[in-house]
């Protein structure tokens, strides 16, 4: 009876970590922001807000490491706190001002509901709109923009001059714009990985209305644009892309991917061709996705060659529709379906 009661005391030990990963989970999180001179409530408290919502994230990227490691699930460490934000609804349970020091602080606290069954959805989600790098992207700035904002602050408390105190809470005003453009996209953002591609299309209009070089929020926008299959409309924005980011690859890309679905097979070659030049080391996915649209347009212009070479590489980084598309082609040949042959030149030996 003991032998079997200590053989069921261990079963549901080692079951206990696999239940209670897949259950969701609260995290309760709080953010303090001090508000200086030249900053407006409404932003001090969105600050905390966003300290609060930062703080929840990296509590709940230890549940995002955890899940992997007991499904086995392979997340790269650089998706882990993108993951974790997509996992997690949150709720602000109660906030407040308080007066110290002739300083106003706002407090914000905040529940967080991790869901680790979504896991493995969301990092699908992720690594097919390139959320990640985005989500980097607007983290850096986040801390950027805050960093710049504290030094503001120090000079502001520091200057007699009232034209340099003008100037300075010039800048900071911008700051705060930059601050409210950056929630808006981080918004739109996490419309995308929860699936509500609507929501996300009106995050990202704001974010474009208050800041309309943003070429990230257009790239987003044209993705989500291009699967509602409202084409005139991605083409618009991914053009926009090109216009404000000449040199970034995911506008080239997004756009030519685009062309070839909708059968303008010249306009795709000669985008995705130029996004392989301007990016030929991105990862695997999103260099398997462009040489698979690129082998579809070769294919459809009929230039089986560089079709071939396009799948072969395709398929080479993991594309399974682009093995499929390289053997087909490869029994084409082979039952003697072969371009037609070049009579002058073998005449001519």
């Known amino acids: 009876m003991k032998i079997k009661l200590m053989f069921i005391s261990i079963v549901f030990m080692l079951l206990t970590p696999v239940v209670c990963l897949s259950a969701s989970t609260e995290i309760l999180s709080e953010g303090i922001y001090t508000m200086g001179d030249g900053e407006t409530p409404i932003i001090a408290e969105g600050k905390a807000l966003e300290q609060a919502k930062r703080l929840a994230v990296e509590q709940a990227g230890t ?11 392979q997340i790269a460490e650089d998706d882990v706190q993108v ?7 949150v709720t602000v349970l109660d906030k407040k001002r308080t007066v110290a020091e002739d300083a106003i602080k706002f407090w914000v606290k905040i529940k967080a509901v991790v869901y680790p069954d979504r ?8 690594r097919d709109q390139g959320l990640a790098e985005d989500y980097g992207k607007m983290k850096d700035a986040y801390e950027k923009s805050q960093k710049e904002i504290d030094a503001l602050k120090k000079q502001l408390a520091a200057a007699k001059d009232e034209t340099n105190r ?13 601050f409210t453009t950056g929630q808006r996209f981080d918004e739109g953002m996490r419309f995308v990985m929860m699936n509500r591609p609507d929501e ?7 974010t474009i209305a208050e800041d309309p070089n943003n070429f990230r929020a257009y790239s987003q926008r044209a993705i989500l644009y291009a699967k509602k299959l409202q ?3 991605a083409i618009a924005d991914f053009s926009k892309v ?8 995911r506008g080239y890309a997004g756009r030519g991917i685009t062309y070839s679905r909708t059968g303008q097979h010249k306009k795709a070659i000669a985008d995705l061709t130029k996004a392989l030049e301007l990016q030929p080391n991105a990862p695997a996915f999103a260099l398997a996705r462009v040489y698979i ?26 594309n399974k529709i682009a093995c499929k598309q390289l053997k087909s082609m490869q029994g084409d040949r082979r039952r003697g379906d072969r371009p037609p042959r070049n009579i002058e030149k073998e005449s001519a030996r």
């Open 63 to 73: 549940y995002v490491k955890s899940y992997s490691k007991v499904k086995n699930f």
């Open 83 to 89: 993951l974790a934000s997509g996992i997690m609804e």
């Open 119 to 126: 896991m493995e959805v969301m990092a699908e989600r992720i």
């Open 166 to 178: 003008k100037q300075i809470v010039a800048k900071i005003t911008e700051q705060e714009k930059t």
């Open 200 to 206: 996300a299309i009106k995050s990202f209009s704001k």
């Open 231 to 233: 084409i005139d409309k």
């Open 242 to 249: 090109i216009e404000i980011k000449p040199d970034d690859a």
């Open 293 to 318: 649209s690129l082998g579809q347009s070769y294919r459809a212009t009929g230039d089986r060659s560089n079709a071939i070479t396009s799948f072969k590489k395709s398929c080479e980084l993991g």
